[in-house]
Nanobody, 111 residues
Framework: QVQLVESGGGLVQPGGSLRLSCAAS????????MGWYRQAPGKQRELVAT???????NYADSVKGRFTISRDNGKNMVYLQMNSLKPEDTAVYYC?????WGQGTQVTVSS
């Protein structure tokens, strides 16, 4: 059974940084595309960053230059490094691998 578990969310001030982690079990990362998505209150879930099986990355315009998606095949982990955070980055962040979703981790950017 495939399971994705996110961690690393929390409360951070504007301009701060967080690193989200996604631990995968029951599968091996790198075979399919993976990604990070987010959903703010009252809004639809949106793509933040994706990484293809061969390592190509894609980012939403709103996070380009600030967020970085990465993968550690040895640890079966996916990460999202978030820098220069803004209040509008506040959302629940979800990890997705193939058709599987994690439960989400809350990120709140506020002073």
């Amino acid at each position: 059974q495939v399971q994705l578990v996110e961690s690393g969310g929390g409360l951070v001030q504007p301009g701060g940084s967080l690193r989200l982690s996604c631990a995968a079990s029951g599968t091996i990362l790198g075979i399919f595309d993976m990604g990070w998505y987010r959903q703010a209150p009252g809004k639809q879930r949106e793509l933040v960053a994706t990484m293809t099986s061969n390592g190509n990355t894609n980012y939403a315009d709103s996070v380009k230059g600030r967020f970085t998606i990465s993968r550690d095949n040895g640890k079966n982990m996916v990460y999202l490094q978030m820098n220069s955070l803004k209040p509008e980055d506040t959302a629940v962040y979800y990890c997705k691998y193939h058709t599987y979703w994690g439960q989400g981790t809350q990120v709140t950017v506020s002073s």
